[in-house]
């Protein structure tokens, strides 16, 4: 049974825009923070940004900030990330996750998984 599915990433230019998405199955979603994450090659997993449930608070990555966006659609079990500016260390797979417990930065915190999707952003 797949709990989340991450929309197509692709290849933009720097500086460009491409918006991800998440369909989540309901017992995944519901009550619960959601997380992108991204792995770089030779790199480990990052976070990236979470939304909170109930306030619908975010946190996002430093390098991230005023350019990410997190969102969710409660009523459509789907997560968004709104990425703008993109710059070529931006380059990796990203993960859509369902947070159980712990800090929201950490990848043990989460326990369902995206498959992932690429994004490559050229120079």
């Known amino acids: 049974q797949v709990e989340l599915v991450e929309s197509r990433g692709g290849l933009v230019q720097t500086g460009g825009s491409l918006r991800l998405s998440c369909a989540a199955s309901?017992?995944?979603?519901?009550?619960?923070?959601m997380g992108w994450f991204r792995q770089a090659p030779g790199k480990e997993r990052e976070f990236v940004a979470t939304i909170t449930w109930d306030d619908g608070k975010t946190y996002y990555l430093d390098s991230v900030k005023g350019r990410f966006t997190i969102s969710r659609d409660n009523a459509k079990n789907t997560v968004y990330l709104q990425m703008n500016s993109l710059k070529p260390e931006d380059t990796a797979v990203y993960y859509c996750?369902?947070?159980?417990?712990?800090?929201?930065?950490?990848?043990?915190?989460?326990?369902?998984w995206g498959q992932g999707t690429q994004v490559t952003v050229s120079s």
């Open positions: 309901r017992r995944t979603f519901s009550s619960r923070a």
């Open positions: 996750a369902a947070h159980l417990a712990g800090p929201y930065s950490t990848v043990g915190s989460y326990d369902f």
